[in-house]
């Protein structure tokens, strides 16, 4: 069995750069919180082009999919809302086609704020563009306090893949969105959900290890190795890595050549 699994994240790309030019971004904790549990990440970005992106996740064991932008409507059948935050539409293509070349490989994915929406966008769900305005509530999605604090509960669904990675069906979470599933994918089922019942992580139906959540699991994982075993955050890192382990050792022990 491979012993630190490589795992493609996912970055944007803006403007802003030395001389105003584009520059690849990402926060720091999403390696963090993968070096934790033992993994290796490779940076895959907008920059790449589809040839290098299916090439880089052909060495790979597993793809994280992280926060960031606004999914572009266009991509769901869907005129954009006047509250619509930024979009990057290359961001959108390249996470797009790595969503379906990691399925086609079969390979585990775990998808995180921005994520969810993509990996439910590229399985054929939709978004709500905007929460307050769209569907309104009394829990506050963008939170204003510290980020390390879990301002919201979640339920999670008994008996489902995610209650047995966070051990509970208990949560409490952080909420940094505006945006947030509208109609479930094909593929996808729902396993999290906020008191409001807004989608807050779904997992995959389809015998491959597929998880997303809607908030930020990395912000409090990247503390580092002394982090509490039995905090769910970590957990699902944990869970993500091993299934990351496990898909490398079977496409070794088969001979897979990808």
């Known amino acids: ?23 690849t971004q990402l926060n720091a ?10 993994a290796t990440s490779l940076l895959l970005t907008p920059a790449h082009g589809e040839a290098s992106m299916r090439q880089l996740l052909g060495l790979c064991h597993g793809l994280l999919l992280t926060g960031g932008e606004d999914v572009e409507p266009s991509r769901y059948n ?10 990057n539409p290359a ?3 390249t996470e797009l086609a790595a969503v379906h070349e990691a399925r086609r490989l079969g390979m585990p994915i775990l998808a995180i704020c921005r994520g969810i929406q993509v990996l439910n966008v590229a399985l054929g769900g939709t978004l709500y563009q905007d929460i307050p305005s769209e569907l309104g509530g ?14 919201h509960a979640g339920r999670v669904e008994q008996g489902s893949t995610l209650e047995a990675v966070f051990g509970t069906s208990e949560l409490r979470i952080n909420s940094f969105h505006h945006q947030a599933l509208r109609e479930v ?3 996808l089922r729902a396993t999290v ?3 409001d019942g807004i989608v807050e992580g779904v997992e995959g139906t389809e015998g491959t ?3 997303g959540v809607q908030w930020h699991p990395e912000r409090g994982e990247a503390h580092g190795p002394d982090a509490d075993e039995r905090d769910p955050d970590r957990r699902l890192f944990w869970a993500f890595v091993q299934a990351a382990r496990e898909f490398a050792a079977e496409s070794t022990a088969v001979g897979v050549g990808r």
């Open 78 to 87: 869907a005129k954009p809302h006047p509250e619509l935050g930024d979009v």
């Open 193 to 195: 959900w906020a008191e």
């Open 185 to 187: 994918a094909p593929g």
């Open 209 to 211: 290890w597929v998880c």
């Open 29 to 38: 904790q999403y390696i963090a919180a993968l070096e934790a549990p033992g």
């Open 138 to 151: 009394d829990i506050l999605h963008e939170q204003t306090g510290d980020w390390r604090e879990r301002s």
């Open 91 to 93: 961001r959108d293509a």
């Open 1 to 23: 069995m491979t012993d630190r699994p490589l795992i493609a994240v996912t970055t944007t790309i803006w403007p802003g750069g030395s001389y105003g030019l584009p520059r």
